[in-house]
């Protein structure tokens, strides 16, 4: 099997920790101890060198050289993904975030004041993301929700297996890519919202995989595909399997990485 070659951002959910690290040489350039940043799960690059990491009370940027942060917005609880828009807003995703329960999507304009808040009804939520037609994918445990921003219900996805779905992303041909969480697969549903593609499941890659709970993911620009394969919560996981999956095009896996006596449980990942 090939060696995975990246340089990535990876969150130690396990640990609690933020990495820099190449794959190829195995150098962790740096490490960011996430005790002041707790639950650190969504991650955005801004530019050359900053990114947006979004955390339980907010949202802080990051010199992704160096590993420093530049600024922190801590304002709430319950955050689960933010995204920058172009236009320098702010979307902040979580649970009862407004305190009238439920769902929310707040949006801060680029000096940071909330000018829109959406609420519905809901009880799980996590990596939020705006397709280009400018609806919202949010992922609600066992599917997900297709909405306007103000969060009314267009079309939702479903696969069986489904359970705690972690992130699901419009691609330019209409298709739309979910990780199953629990489910340990990712769920390729074509534009008209049929699934069409299982990727990754346990019946399709070697048991020493362990497939466990499949999070972030992320495509290299040859279209093949990385996914963090989650081990649980809490140190000493990093042995129970390979931490980073590599699928081709056609879904199969060509390429895994670990790092087990580093990493614990590697949930987000961002290609630097």
């Known amino acids: 099997m ?33 005790a002041a940043y707790p639950l650190a799960r969504d991650m955005q690059r801004l530019d050359d060198r900053r990114v947006l990491v979004g955390y339980d009370h907010g949202y802080f940027e990051l010199d992704s050289r160096s ?28 649970m009862n975030l407004d305190g009238r329960g439920g769902v929310n999507v707040l949006t801060l304009d680029a000096q940071g004041e909330l000018v829109h808040v959406a609420t519905r009804e809901g009880d799980y939520v996590r990596l939020m993301r705006v397709t280009p037609q400018g609806t919202y994918l949010l992922c609600t445990n066992d599917h997900i929700k297709e909405t306007t921003p103000d969060l009314v219900e267009l079309c939702n996805f479903t696969a069986p297996g489904f359970e705690h779905a972690w992130k699901a992303e419009r691609q330019a041909d209409g298709s739309t890519i979910v990780s199953a969480g629990y489910g340990a ?33 992320a495509f290299l620009p040859d279209g ?49």
């Open 67 to 94: 590993g420093r942060v530049l600024m922190d917005c801590r304002r709430w609880k319950d955050v689960t993904a933010v995204t920058r828009l172009p236009d320098g807003a702010t979307l902040v995703t979580g």
């Open 185 to 217: 697969f990712i769920a390729v549903f074509d534009a008209n919202g049929q699934l069409v593609q299982r990727i990754g499941g346990a019946d399709a890659v070697p048991a020493g995989v362990a497939p466990f709970f499949y999070a972030t993911y």
């Open 224 to 272: 093949q595909l990385l996914v963090a394969n989650w081990q649980g919560h809490g140190p000493d996981n990093g042995h129970k399997g390979p931490q980073l999956l590599q699928f081709d095009t056609a879904g199969q896996l060509v390429a895994t990485w670990s790092a087990p006596d580093r990493i614990s449980s590697l949930q987000g990942l961002l290609l630097m």
């Open 2 to 34: 090939e060696n995975i070659d990246i340089r990535f951002l990876g969150i130690d959910e396990g640990l609690q920790l933020l990495h820099l690290i190449d794959t190829r040489t195995g150098e962790f350039a740096w490490t960011l101890d996430l």
